[in-house]
Each structure stands twice: as C-alpha cells, then as structure tokens.
C-alpha cells in the first residue's frame, strides 16, 4: 500500500487528544508503548512526540513529511497494513523521526526509511521499515546545505 504523507484533511472520527497507541513501541524504546503529540504553533512544522514509558517519558521531534520533503512516497507492506487495519492511504498519518544537531540545527536530518505511521481513525501507530527504502535515507537533509557531508546531502 502507498501511504500518503501529505497532511489530509479528514471526516474520520478519532479519539480526543492526541494519543498513539503503539504496541511495540518503536526501535530502542520497545518499553514505551503509549505517545502524545504535542503541536506547537511557534515550532512548526516540527512536532514533539512524547513517548510514555513504564517509569518516564522521553521525548522526540518528528515531522509529517508532506511539502516539507519533495517526492517522498514509502510504501509499506500489505501485512503492515493490514495490521494497523488501514482501510485506505487516507488513514495514514506518517511521522518521520528528526535528529537534530545542537551545535548547527541546519544539518537536521530526518529518517524517511523508519516512518511511525499511525492510523488517523483508530490512533494506532507502528514504527515500519517502508517496502521501497532503497529511494530513501535515514540521515535526509531537511535544508540543503552545500557544506553538509555528502552521506547528508543524498536523498
């Protein structure tokens, strides 16, 4: 199944706040089973997931990939699909993991190979190795910077 990553507007009915079930938590973290995304307006287009643990919480930056990252379509396998009972690309949300640099925050980069894709409808979400990673990277540069290492600068 092709997922969609644009941002979508949606009719689907979807449990308040912004919870995530994730049942197998995501690659290292495999403890913490539950997120909230947390919307900032002034850090936009970067969102923070908040990852709940059996003991704390931990927190990444991530992004949904739509305009931000020209050409971007994973796939994921049927089976994934199936499994987080995606009914159509629609229901699709897909988050992309952002590393960021303290000392140069333009060399951000994010992980297009692992996305969190999460179903809108039942909140649902699984970290997935896409079925056509080979287009993509795991370091994507999300601003071109001529003076970034070439590993960062290839799509």
């Known amino acids: 199944m092709k997922v969609l990553p644009e941002l979508l507007p949606t009719d689907i009915d979807t449990p308040p706040a912004n919870e995530i079930l994730l049942p197998h938590g995501i690659i290292g973290f495999g403890a913490y089973k539950r997120a909230e995304l ?8 970067f969102l923070w997931m908040k990852l709940h643990g059996p003991v704390d919480h931990i927190h990444f930056i991530v992004i949904e990939p739509g305009g931000i990252v020209p050409g971007y379509e994973p796939e994921i396998f049927d089976e994934d699909a199936d499994g987080l009972d995606l009914r159509n690309a629609g229901e699709a949300m897909v988050l992309n993991v952002v590393t960021l640099k303290r000392q140069n925050p333009v060399e951000a ?27 993509y990277s795991a370091h994507h540069a999300l601003v071109e910077n001529p003076q970034a290492p070439a590993a960062l600068r290839i799509a």
Do not use: C, E, F, K
């Open 38 to 45: 947390l919307y900032l307006p002034d850090h936009l287009p």
């Open 109 to 135: 980069t994010a992980n297009l190979i692992g996305p969190i894709i999460v179903n809108r409808r039942t909140r649902l979400g699984r970290q997935l190795v896409i079925s056509n990673y080979s287009r």
